[in-house]
């Protein structure tokens, strides 16, 4: 079992910054790639961005250019820096954690957060 625990959310104006937090615990050596997702009311929810264990990252077009994923392999912790924020960006953001299943290898388990909310103002 992984556990993941947001942090840094919060209300920010448009054009501001926040940096989000994610730390996972558990079984974090079964972890091989670490992501962020979004959802809005009434909206499904969408991929923000995702980094492989290598660093290897991707991004939603809708904040390529303003946001940045990264990881730190030794404390478990992976990190969005949204910069240039849009009302639009407005959501509760979810850190997932993609790992090996405990029994059979080749299937991946994926490990939600509990959701930190975001609120962008115009």
């Known amino acids: 079992q992984v556990q993941l625990v947001e942090s840094g959310g919060g209300l920010v104006q448009a054009g501001g910054s926040l940096r989000l937090s994610c730390a996972a615990s558990?079984?974090?050596?079964?972890?091989?790639?670490m992501g962020w997702y979004r959802q809005a009311p009434g909206k499904q929810r969408e991929l923000v961005a995702t980094i492989t264990s290598g660093g290897t990252s991707t991004y939603a077009d809708s904040v390529k250019g303003r946001s940045t994923i990264s990881r730190d392999n030794a404390n478990h912790t992976a990190y969005l820096q949204m910069n240039s924020l849009k009302p639009e960006d407005t959501a509760v953001y979810y850190c997932?954690?993609?790992?090996?299943?405990?029994?059979?290898?080749?299937?991946?388990?994926?490990?939600w957060g509990q959701g930190t909310q975001v609120t962008v103002s115009s």
């Open positions: 558990g079984r974090v050596n079964s972890i091989k790639s």
């Open positions: 997932n954690a993609q790992g090996v299943h405990m029994v059979i290898s080749s299937f991946l388990v994926n490990y």
